[in-house]
């Protein structure tokens, strides 16, 4: 079966650190570009960051989280991660990893929450 | 990265088509042709519905179509169902090589 699934998500203090994987299994992840794409508490999606087919060499981010967070891939394990350091209380969110289809996100896993409070 | 603009709710009765907007700029929905929108039932994940503008995923109702014009792209329900109640968001690639979702839309069968 063709499927995504987060982990990692937790509870974490303003100002830590937090590590989300994304497993992918049925197909071979490093075949498309994938994106960790967030959504908060009772509002809309956000993307936050992709990374390219293959090994992964181009990475693009949002605005928000630039110089905060970092994607990479692991195609050996079949794993997407995002590297969340300096965490807001505005980072709080549901973080789902998309996989892409050209330009467009046709496969999403179930998500992961993130909590960042005191 | 501003995100796209969307009407916060359409609503339409069983039967009715009904059509949501979706406004970027040249620099995303204008620049493209990489549109696409996703619907998201209440505590469940966002479903591909329509990508590049206009075309539809295998399995997708063809009671859902898309459009472009300019730097608006639409989502059309036509034969409105109750199962069509959900949040629909759309999304573009932009000139950064980044993407942008739109503010999502709350759709109303009545």
């Known amino acids: 079966e063709v499927q995504l699934v987060e982990s990692g998500g937790g509870l974490v203090q303003p100002g830590g650190s937090l590590r989300l994987s994304c497993g992918v299994s049925?197909?071979?992840?490093?075949?498309?570009?994938m994106s960790w794409v967030r959504q908060a508490p009772g509002k809309g999606l956000e993307w936050v960051s992709a990374?390219?087919?293959?090994?992964?060499?181009?990475?693009y981010y949002a605005d928000s989280v630039k110089g905060r967070f970092t994607i990479s891939r692991d195609n050996s394990k079949n794993t997407l991660y995002l590297q969340m350091n300096s965490l807001r209380a505005e980072d709080t969110a549901v973080y789902y990893c998309?996989?892409?289809?050209?330009?467009?996100?046709?496969?999403w896993g179930r998500g992961t929450l993130v909590t960042v409070s005191s | 990265q501003s995100a796209l603009t969307q009407p916060a709710s359409v609503s339409g009765s069983p039967g009715q088509s009904i059509t949501i907007s979706c406004t970027g700029t040249?620099?995303?929905?204008?620049?493209?042709?990489?549109v696409s929108w996703h619907q998201q039932h209440p505590g469940k994940v966002p479903q591909l519905m329509i990508y590049?503008?206009?075309y539809r995923p295998s399995g997708v109702s063809n009671r859902f179509s898309g459009s472009k014009s300019g730097n608006t792209a639409s989502l059309t329900i036509s034969g409105l169902q109750a199962e069509d109640e959900a949040d629909y968001y759309c999304?573009?690639?932009?000139?950064?090589?980044?993407?942008?979702f739109g503010t999502g839309t709350k759709v109303t069968v009545l």
């Open positions: 998309a996989n892409h289809r050209r330009w467009y996100f046709d496969l």
């Open positions: 049925g197909f071979t992840s490093s075949r498309d570009a």
């Open positions: 990374i390219s087919s293959g090994s992964g060499s181009s990475t």
């Open positions: 040249s620099s995303d929905v204008g620049g493209y042709n990489y």
């Open positions: 590049d503008v206009s």
């Open positions: 999304s573009s690639y932009t000139t950064r090589s980044t993407y942008v």
